[in-house]
């Protein structure tokens, strides 16, 4: 049996999937977190949150990378940790500096750091020749908006140190612009309590469907587990409205997706114990690299990859914390593609009716989650405030996201916000 030290976790469905795998892996953890409130506001009244099932929870600030070093080095000594790992972005630099300074199995901190942060990723794959957007990175308005006008309107502005599409704006011009800024400056601590950098990111508007490539690496090798659809909507905004897997493309577009994420992982040095998430751009001048995401893909993606393929991408992020040999074997599922989406609110107000507790008699359907009436709503303006999701399976071949389209249209035509 193993120990692990897990620091801080996402609230949604990764923090239940990875507890899961390291329990059925026969292994335990520690929990260090800087508010456990967080965490158990987030679990259904009356039931223990799983990280609850950690060997010991233990409280230290997180966000103070210097002094929290030495605060876990003391509990190594006592404890004694064979891994480390988050499924958060916003630590994930902060697991790797641990694993680092413990002597443990992991990707170097400073590729997770450039991972982490999208101006960085930006820099160092345009050096390795991975293509991407034309991009600008600045902190005052007089040169974002000239950098804007030299690479063209339309373009995307980015937050470079948020994650879930937050404040990922397309703009068509120099006043919406200056509001996409302006939103930014008003947003200056993260979700987690950590002071954001002023920088921001303008790219050239990609075109052409994005697609997801989810990989694992072990011993300098990374293997490709399969390339994922998504679906894009709420603009101006960019939220993930659904995903497919595997995604329906050629197999040249499959093959130019995957060699584009591997040449990224390559090129920031993600090459040996980490699960990512490469989100690329099939555009008409060929593959682009969206974002590169050194952990295992959110949205319930890994459960529509082990409903179709077995692999369950949570039991090999644990494998490679540990410095082991990940089990990638394909097993026969029953399902050649499963799919799910996500229903989100265009407008704020109170959730007076949503019912789809028929759905689940429906043998296509795997998963059903909606949110309960009285919930109050906000227009979404990222990935963070869906009302909940379908997921169906198809054993005959791609139809998988169809079927989910067809199951949320008829909940849509109930969905009642005042």
Same mark, same amino acid.
């Given at each position: 049996m193993a120990h692990l030290l897990l620091v801080e976790s996402w609230v949604g469905s990764m923090s239940r999937l990875l507890p899961r795998a390291i329990r059925e892996s026969g292994h335990d953890f $520690?929990?260090? $977190?800087?508010?456990?409130?967080?965490y158990l506001r987030s679990a259904p009244e009356g039931v223990a949150h799983p990280l609850l099932g950690a060997r010991h929870v233990i409280t230290a600030d997180t966000n103070d990378i210097e002094a929290l070093l030495p605060q876990v080095e003391r509990l190594h000594a006592v404890l004694g940790f064979d891994g480390v790992l988050t499924s958060c972005d916003y630590y994930l630099p902060t697991a790797a500096r641990i694993a680092g300074r413990l002597g443990l199995p992991g990707?170097?901190?400073?590729?997770?750091?450039?991972?982490?942060r999208k101006d960085a990723t930006r820099r160092v794959l345009a050096d390795a020749g991975v293509p991407g957007p034309r991009f600008a990175v600045h902190e005052e308005w007089a040169d974002l908006a000239r950098a804007a006008r030299e690479i063209g309107y339309p373009l995307v502005v980015k937050p470079v140190d948020l994650c879930a599409g937050m404040y990922v704006r397309r703009v068509d011009d120099e006043s919406e612009l200056a509001d996409a800024v302006r939103a930014l400056a008003d947003f200056p601590v993260n979700a987690r309590g950590q002071r954001r950098t002023p920088s921001i990111l303008?790219?050239?508007l990609l075109d052409g469907p994005e697609v997801s490539v989810e990989t694992v690496s072990y011993a300098g090798a990374v293997q490709v587990v399969g390339v994922t659809d998504k679906s894009i909507g709420g603009a101006p905004a960019f939220i993930e409205t659904g995903h497919m897997f595997p995604a329906a493309l050629t197999s040249a577009d499959t093959e130019a997706a995957e060699q584009t994420a591997l040449a990224a992982l390559k090129a920031l040095g993600l090459v040996d114990g980490v699960v990512a998430h490469t989100e690329i751009k099939l555009t008409s001048a060929g593959p682009r690299v969206v974002e590169v995401n050194p952990r295992p893909a959110g949205n319930r993606i890994t459960e529509l990859v082990r409903h179709v393929t077995g692999i369950d991408l949570a039991a090999a992020f644990v494998d490679v914390a540990l410095g082991r040999a990940p089990d990638l074997r394909r097993t026969d599922t029953g399902l050649r593609s499963a799919a799910i989406g996500f229903l989100v609110p265009d407008r704020a107000g109170t959730l007076e009716a949503l019912d789809g507790g028929e759905l689940q008699d429906s043998p296509a359907v795997l998963e059903v989650q909606f949110a309960e009436p009285g919930k109050e709503v906000k227009a979404a303006g990222s990935n963070n405030e869906y009302l909940g999701h379908v997921m169906a399976g198809d054993p005959d071949g791609l139809g998988a996201g169809d079927r989910v389209e067809s199951l949320l249209t008829g909940i849509r035509a109930g969905l009642v916000i005042r």
């Open positions: $520690t929990f260090l $977190t800087r508010d456990l409130h967080h990707p170097g901190p400073e590729a997770v750091a450039d991972a982490c303008v790219e050239e």
